[in-house]
T-cell receptor
Framework: AQRVTQPEKLLSVFKGAPVELKCNYSYSGSPELFWYVQYSRQRLQLLLRHISRESIKGFTADLNKGETSFHLKKPFAQEEDSAMYYCAPGGNQFYFGTGTSLTVIP | NAGVMQNPRHLVRRRGQEARLRCSPMKGHSHVYWYRQLPEEGLKFMVYLQKENIIDESGMPKERFSAEFPKEGPSILRIQQVVRGDSAAYFC??????????FGSGTQLSVL
């Protein structure tokens, strides 16, 4: 099964600072990876999907096959980015990472 | 399309009772996933179902927990003889094949 690891359970950054949420995957082949976000009191929702290569709310994520990583990045964090972020592999087996709780300090 | 509907939103049970959590997937979605989110913890996969079939239940506790997704009607996550440790938020998600997940609002189970 496709698996991902999110090494940071908690991450705090100051508003305006760059932010990077780490995600590593541990399988070969062509991975399909997603980032989901859960804002306070809201349901989980898709943030971005690597094959679309788009930027959502200023976030981007690049698949690095050499490092087997799919880190989520944003150059300037905003307070409204505070949320729980989950990395997840695609296919039919969505074993989510353990999640990273991001707090953006005003 | 009303989205993924879960009910009830909140469920209170006493130890030893049964809990039934329902999930109606989005229209056209035949894949359903159940997750558990414990306080201060992340999202843990429990089970993946397609219509009338359990595809992957590797995240389900071996005892007391069961899930079904019948041909007609919602998917049901059933917890028998609940214990305090079962208290958690239970999320359901649905998708088409190999597509992104759409999540429900969750059921908060509290065991007294």
């Amino acid at each position: 099964a496709q698996r991902v690891t999110q090494p940071e359970k908690l991450l705090s950054v100051f508003k305006g600072a760059p932010v990077e949420l780490k995600c590593n995957y541990s399988y070969s082949g062509s991975p399909e990876l997603f980032w989901y976000v859960q804002y306070s009191r809201q349901r989980l929702q898709l943030l971005l999907r690597h094959i679309s290569r788009e930027s959502i709310k200023g976030f981007t994520a690049d698949l690095n096959k050499g490092e087997t990583s799919f880190h989520l990045k944003k150059p300037f964090a905003q307070e409204e980015d505070s949320a729980m972020y989950y990395c997840a592999p695609g296919g039919n087996q969505f074993y989510f990472g353990t999640g990273t709780s991001l707090t953006v300090i005003p | 399309n009303a989205g993924v509907m879960q009910n009830p939103r909140h469920l209170v049970r006493r130890r030893g009772q049964e809990a039934r959590l329902r999930c109606s997937p989005m229209k056209g979605h035949s894949h359903v996933y159940w997750y558990r989110q414990l306080p201060e913890e992340g999202l843990k996969f429990m089970v993946y179902l397609q219509k009338e079939n359990i595809i992957d239940e590797s995240g389900m506790p071996k005892e007391r927990f069961s899930a079904e997704f019948p041909k007609e009607g919602p998917s049901i996550l059933r917890i028998q003889q609940v214990v305090r440790g079962d208290s958690a938020a239970y999320f359901c998600a649905s998708s088409r094949r190999n597509e992104k997940l759409f999540f429900g609002s969750g059921t908060q189970l509290s065991v007294l």
